[in-house]
């Protein structure tokens, strides 16, 4: 009998799996989607910590997600989720900043009982071990030995873009922090990113699967599986049917069973198992187990525009495998009913894998605190069809004004005079279906980029004129900037997301009907069933969800283990007061 079957082996899922198998008495299973990867079978894109490569690679992803982005889109674009073991940790940006604590302090409020930054802190410094912050002064917000180590790049490898951009900042009273996971204020901070002692990746299907924890008997580790749905009989979940690589069908029966599939996937798998809006259940044929209207609301993303400048000679990294997302900027946008340092903004050396990212340095801004909120329903039961995804972006206006405000933002600081050695061009940009198209690796769009790469290096006083034909389509800064309807136009057509959905399954009290589980992570309505990823936050919080993520599956995991000891205890109570009747 497996005591603890996990969906979804994603950053939380193998959290999860490496945590609870730690009780050699508890049998786990992980189920993956994906491929398996190790530490010793990690592909090279994957491995580096240039990660331009690795989450547009379609081996890594789902792919045939797609999703509407902003409030008035029409057109789907691809929407990049990891399906490999490792889940977002193993082909994201490796940012590892945390959040403000306000962010955990909200969850409280809206009804996610343990959830205040002062429960989490202990969380956030388990999973760490910051190897920039570890004197013993440093032991109240950091940790010394958790399997995500982390770093900032060293000073001498920062591009000369990057450093440029920082002093610009800096004039205008951003001035830099040594610390993104501390203080909670503005400022400009060289970015903590998670990787090994020799600079490469850690996904948490090597960080916490390691050889030593793949070897535990009580863990099994399935990859190439497709969760169908939660098996369910008189409100209790008893395991789990899936779909293997080739095409059989299996049900697992199981003590307990945790949904790890992601904010997209794991509603989806909640819908399909009968959890749900009603109605739209019975409009697709599946028989409806709890009636909750949460499952699939509440999704947030933090919308994002950025803008870029062509970089000179003298501008460009010399260390192109480094990391690229090297400093951040963070900021209040001063907006009524606004967040402090609602604002952020990662300082690119480069924008993309080929030759043409090299060449372009940008800022890439997202509302750190949005508020608008989008749904995700079931297309069908069929579990091989993604789900309708529809973000729903700038549906507040907060957030279409905040990120107009960041246009302006990037526009008047890569424009400044101070960046005039560094940069030629200043021009819009945003990761549009046109762009993603020409971004995902390959050789066609490689020779394709060497080529305009060189035009761009050989056209002198025409390269703005180049720029504007070919990348922006004639759209420029300066009309952007004198015509606020254009600018409007321009962010809503192209707004984007950062890949950090979350919200659809979401915590809260019991009698929210909104609300999907309880502070544990337990569904409510069904028994021996909880959810365990970035679908549970109440409200999304201001950083890369990533280690968010895993805190929740430290915690989540802490919880199962405490109310297992519990009801051993109990057990063994019982007996001693009664025995048992011979």
């Known amino acids: 009998?497996?005591?603890?079957?996990?969906?979804?082996?994603?950053?939380?899922?193998?959290?999860?799996?490496?945590?609870?198998?730690?009780?050699?008495?508890?049998?786990?299973?992980?189920?993956?989607?994906?491929?398996?990867?190790?530490?010793?079978?990690?592909p090279s894109a994957i491995r580096s910590r240039y990660p331009g490569r690795a989450y547009l690679d379609v081996s890594n992803i789902w792919q045939r997600l797609t999703a509407l982005m902003g409030h008035r889109a029409i057109t789907q674009r691809r929407y990049e989720q990891a399906r490999i073991l490792g889940g977002g940790s193993a082909?994201?940006?490796?940012?590892?900043?945390?959040?403000?604590?306000?962010?955990?302090?909200?969850?409280?409020?809206?009804?996610?009982?343990?959830?205040?930054?002062?429960?989490?802190?202990?969380?956030?410094?388990?999973?760490?071990?910051?190897?920039?912050?570890?004197?013993?002064?440093d032991a109240v917000l950091h940790g010394h030995d958790g399997p995500m180590r982390i770093r900032r790049t060293p000073a001498a490898r920062l591009s000369p873009f990057v450093k440029s951009v920082m002093k610009v900042l800096g004039a205008r009273g951003l001035s830099h922090k040594p610390d993104q996971n501390g203080p909670w204020e503005e400022g400009v901070f060289v970015g903590a990113i998670g990787v090994s002692e020799q600079g490469e990746r850690i996904p948490t299907s090597v960080g916490y699967l390691t050889d030593e924890v793949r070897r535990r008997s009580n863990l099994k580790i399935l990859t190439n599986c497709l969760v169908d749905r939660v098996l369910i009989h008189n409100g209790v979940a008893i395991g789990a049917r899936v779909w293997r690589?080739?095409?059989?069908?299996?049900?697992?029966?199981?003590?307990?069973?945790?949904?790890?599939?992601?904010?997209?996937?794991?509603?989806?798998?909640?819908?399909r198992s009968g959890i749900g809006p009603a109605d739209d259940l019975v409009s697709l044929g599946i028989t409806p187990v709890v009636d909750r209207p949460g499952v699939g609301a509440n999704l947030m993303e933090h919308p994002s525009i950025a803008v870029s400048a062509l970089l000179t000679r003298r501008g460009r990294t010399a260390f192109p495998e480094e990391h690229h997302e090297q400093a951040v900027v963070r900021f209040s946008s001063g907006l009524p009913g606004t967040a402090l340092c609602d604002m952020h903004g990662a300082i690119l050396s480069r924008s993309g894998w080929h030759s043409v990212g090299y060449r372009l340095g940008t800022i890439f801004f997202w509302v750190n605190k949005s508020y608008s909120r989008g749904r995700l329903r079931l297309a069908s039961a069929n579990p091989?069809?993604?789900?309708?995804?529809?973000?729903?972006?700038?549906?507040?206006?907060?957030?279409?004004?905040?990120?107009?405000?960041?246009l302006r933002f990037g526009a008047q600081t890569l424009s400044a005079d101070a960046l005039a050695g560094e940069r030629s061009v200043v021009f819009p940009s945003s990761y549009s279906p046109r762009v993603a198209k020409v971004a995902m690796p390959g050789v066609f769009n490689g020779v394709q980029r060497g080529v305009l790469s060189l035009l761009l290096d050989i056209a002198g006083p025409l390269r703005g004129w180049l720029v504007?034909?070919?990348?922006?389509?004639?759209?420029?800064?300066?009309?952007?900037?004198?015509?606020?309807?254009?600018?409007?136009?321009?962010?809503?057509?192209?707004?984007?997301?950062?890949?950090?959905?979350?919200?659809?399954?979401?915590?809260?009290?019991?009698?929210?009907?909104?609300?999907?589980?309880?502070?544990?992570?337990?569904?409510?309505?069904?028994?021996?069933?909880?959810?365990c990823d970035a679908s549970l936050m109440p409200s999304i919080p201001c950083a890369n969800t990533n280690v968010p993520t895993i805190m929740i599956a430290e915690r989540i995991a802490d919880l199962i283990k405490g109310e297992a000891v519990d009801s051993a205890e109990s057990v063994e109570a019982g007996w001693r007061v009664t025995p048992p009747c011979i």
């Open 384 to 406: 091989r069809d993604e789900p309708q995804v529809s973000f729903n972006m700038l549906s507040d206006e907060r957030d279409l004004e905040r990120l107009k405000q960041a």
């Open 245 to 271: 690589e080739g095409g059989d069908v299996e049900s697992l029966m199981a003590g307990d069973v945790i949904v790890s599939a992601g904010a997209i996937h794991s509603p989806a798998v909640l819908m």
């Open 91 to 137: 082909i994201n940006a490796l940012m590892t900043n945390r959040g403000a604590p306000a962010d955990y302090d909200e969850w409280q409020a809206l009804g996610a009982e343990g959830w205040r930054w002062d429960t989490c802190l202990p969380y956030f410094r388990k999973l760490e071990t910051d190897t920039d912050f570890s004197g013993p002064q």
């Open 1 to 42: 009998m497996i005591d603890y079957l996990i969906l979804g082996g994603g950053s939380a899922g193998c959290v999860l799996a490496a945590r609870l198998s730690e009780d050699p008495d508890k049998q786990v299973y992980l189920i993956e989607a994906g491929r398996d990867i190790s530490a010793q079978t990690m």
């Open 468 to 531: 504007h034909r070919l990348v922006t389509q004639g759209l420029t800064v300066k009309k952007l900037l004198d015509d606020d309807t254009a600018l409007t136009e321009f962010v809503q057509r192209n707004v984007s997301g950062t890949w950090h959905p979350s919200g659809t399954c979401r915590m809260g009290r019991a009698d929210d009907p909104l609300a999907v589980t309880t502070g544990d992570g337990r569904v409510i309505g069904v028994e021996h069933l909880r959810v």
